[in-house]
C-alpha cells in the first residue's frame, strides 16, 4: 500500500531548528514531484515548498525562503524539510504530498506531523 510516513515535528523555540522526513513506501517516490503544505490552527492549507522528481530544481513560498531547504533521498525514498530560524507563525501541521501523472492524477498526502514553534 502507499504509505508517507512523516516524522521529525515536535515543539521548539522561536529561533530554532527542525528536520522533518516523510518516507515513501508503494510508489515510484522517484517519478514524483515532491512537496511540503502546511495548516495552521484555524487556517487552510498553505503551499511550502516544491521538489522536482529529480531533486535538482526547488521552489518556495516567500514566508520560508531562505529558512528552509527542501531536498530528497531517492534511494531512500525519502523527502526532507530542514527548517531554520522558526518563527511562532511556522506553527502549524505540515504535511508531505507526491503528485504524478500517469492517465489519471496521483496525489498522495502524508498523516501530517505537527510543529509548535512557541517560547
Known amino acids: 500500500e502507499v504509505q508517507l510516513v512523516q516524522s521529525g515535528g515536535g515543539l521548539v523555540q522561536p529561533g530554532g531548528s527542525l528536520r522533518l522526513s516523510c518516507a515513501a513506501s508503494?510508489?515510484?517516490?522517484?517519478?514524483?514531484?515532491m512537496s511540503w503544505v502546511r495548516q495552521a490552527p484555524g487556517k487552510g492549507l498553505e503551499w511550502v515548498s516544491g521538489i522536482n522528481s529529480g531533486g535538482g530544481s526547488t521552489r518556495y513560498a516567500d514566508s520560508v525562503k531562505g529558512r528552509f531547504t527542501i531536498s530528497r533521498d531517492n534511494a531512500e525514498n525519502t523527502l526532507y524539510l530542514q527548517m531554520n530560524s522558526l518563527k511562532p507563525e511556522d506553527t502549524a501541521v505540515y504535511y508531505c504530498?507526491?503528485?504524478?501523472?500517469?492517465?489519471?492524477?496521483?496525489?498522495?498526502w502524508g498523516r501530517g506531523t505537527q510543529v509548535t514553534v512557541s517560547s
Open positions: 504530498k507526491g503528485l504524478y501523472y500517469s492517465g489519471r492524477w496521483y496525489d498522495y
Open positions: 508503494g510508489f515510484p517516490f522517484s517519478s514524483y514531484t
